[in-house]
């Protein structure tokens, strides 16, 4: 019997799919019925619960800014399912660094050409990349969706983190654009922005460290601001899970007439 989403026997793409919102959303996908490509950098593939009744995985080993290696997991996804019908542009990166550290200039977390080409690389590249191959599949077909993972910041700006929110910003372009182009052909493209998100193994040390340096705080206040949540008016960081759902909902063909636009699952956290 068919879920009020009705995902069953679809095929799911989920790039950056091994950990955080990706592993969720590749996990409700499944939970679904739906035939999940988990796409990721780790060569170790994740361990999916995989209960009686849901989808089947497959695992690839794929680098977002490599061409090549996108083809070779959209042919092994034709391969094993038949077809595409969805793709969730999921993989991201974010280095947090300072345009200007007048404490150490041209240090390491001051914003490096370096930084630059790897975070665009990942986030504006990678994502036109996967979108472009995965987008032909989806106008042969004649149907399917692209679903763009932007962030909360790339709406309003983040304070150390301003090449990632740029390319958040950049995704946002991207739907409004693509969705203008792909729409004539039944290919929907809808925008999904988490706001602050319950820890995940993404949150590593180094990472902490490098943001808590450049908003002037330790590691320890940067931790303890995870839970206030007076910026948010419903007074809670979000589960990866509610973000899962909002992409399973906009994946299904009850959102078939929701196109160009950006969800902001945060919460109500604005600027204001």
Not at 117 to 127: A, F, L, Q, W
Not at 181 to 192: D, F, T
Not at 243 to 259: K, N, P, R
Request: hydrophobic fraction near 40%; include cysteine.
């Amino acid at each position: 019997m068919a879920s009020w989403l009705n995902l069953e026997g679809k095929t799911a793409v989920v790039t950056g799919g091994a950990s955080g919102i990706g592993k969720a959303v590749a996990q409700a996908f499944l939970d679904n019925g739906a035939n999940v490509v988990v796409c990721d950098m780790n060569p170790n593939e994740p361990a999916f619960d995989i209960h009686e009744g849901s989808g089947t995985l497959l695992y690839c080993v794929m680098n977002v800014t490599d061409a090549k290696s996108i083809a070779a997991m959209v042919a092994a996804a034709k391969s094993k399912f038949g077809r595409i019908d969805i793709l969730v542009n999921n993989a991201g990166i974010n280095i947090p660094c300072l345009l200007v550290d007048p404490k150490d200039p041209h240090g390491k977390h001051e914003l490096s050409e370096a930084v630059y080409d790897k975070v665009t690389g990942v986030n504006i590249k990678g994502v036109y990349l996967v979108a472009q191959a995965v987008g032909h599949e989806l106008v042969k077909e004649g149907r399917g969706v692209i679903i763009n993972m932007s962030s909360e910041s790339g709406l309003e700006g983040s304070e150390g983190q301003s090449i990632y929110a740029a390319t958040k910003n950049a995704v946002n372009s991207f739907t409004r654009s693509w969705a203008k182009e792909l729409g004539k052909y039944h290919v929907r493209v809808v925008g999904v922005a988490p706001g602050i998100m319950e820890a995940t193994g993404l949150r590593t040390p180094a990472y902490e460290e490098a943001l808590a340096y450049t908003r002037g705080i330790t590691v320890s206040e940067l931790r303890a601001g995870y839970k206030n949540t007076k910026t948010t008016p419903l007074g809670r960081s979000g589960k990866l899970t509610e973000v899962a759902d909002t992409v399973l909902f906009l994946a299904s063909d009850h959102a078939d007439y929701i196109h160009g636009v950006t969800y902001n699952v945060a919460g109500g956290k604005t600027r204001g």
